[in-house]
């Protein structure tokens, strides 16, 4: 008896761990973006999406005491934060957590990044 309970639960378990895989992935679309001070809106810092597929980015400053954001932008496309050189200079720049549209950058517990972290994995928020 204890055989099958155990073995039932051993399914069980990896029937979580599998549903739990499949709605997180690891990071692996920081190096598609580009960071570029856009001429045709005021200079302000864009992130411009190089991938092949829409991307949700979120930006985080590195010094603390400031706020970050986030945008989707689609393939080819840019997404503009409002920020003049100054502005970007004077919060340490940003640090960019990216994932696929469709997915959040969480952090270790599973907690959305909403500052500086450098381990981070893409949640699916559907």
Excluded: Q
């Amino acid at each position: 008896m204890n055989k099958h309970l155990i073995r039932i639960l051993s399914l069980g378990l990896f029937a979580v761990a599998g549903a739990f895989a499949a709605e997180t992935e690891s990071p692996r679309l920081n190096h598609c973006v580009s960071r570029v001070y856009d001429p045709a809106m005021y200079n302000w810092l864009a992130f411009e999406n190089n991938c092949g597929e829409s991307i949700h980015i979120v930006y985080v400053p590195n010094s603390p005491g400031y706020g970050g954001s986030a945008m989707t932008v689609r393939p080819g496309r840019k997404g503009n934060t409002g920020y003049s050189r100054r502005e970007v200079d004077a919060k340490g720049g940003y640090e960019l957590y990216v994932c696929p549209a469709g997915f959040i950058p969480v952090d270790a517990r599973g907690r959305y990044v909403d500052r500086v972290n450098t381990l981070f994995r893409c949640r699916r928020t559907d």
